[in-house]
């Protein structure tokens, strides 16, 4: 997958994993009872990244991250420092 953004110093660009909607007894909930994802796989990352690499799925601080849509595709430029940890 060719990504149109190219990440500067320390910042990746990762895609949202989707939001649950569906809970584990079955019941669909509204658009506005999920929570925000947090966690995001990682795209692209900058020439100073040094502990994450592009397919690596990233736990990532709330509200850290900047959202920005290039040709039609969300993408979340987050700073490294942000990055809490690595989920497998």
């Known amino acids: 997958m060719k990504v149109n953004v190219q990440p500067l110093g320390d910042y990746i660009v990762a895609q949202t994993e989707e939001a ?8 669909y909930l509204p658009d506005k009872a999920t929570e925000k994802p947090q966690i995001a796989k990682v795209v692209a990352v900058g020439k100073d990244v040094k502990q994450v690499k592009v397919g690596d799925r990233v736990l990532h601080k709330s509200y850290s991250s900047t959202e920005v849509k290039v040709d039609s595709t969300d993408y979340l430029l987050i700073k490294e420092e942000d990055i809490l940890a690595t989920v497998n």
């Not at 649950?20 to 019941?27: D, E, I, N, P, R």
């Open 20 to 27: 649950v909607t569906k809970t584990a007894s079955g019941l």
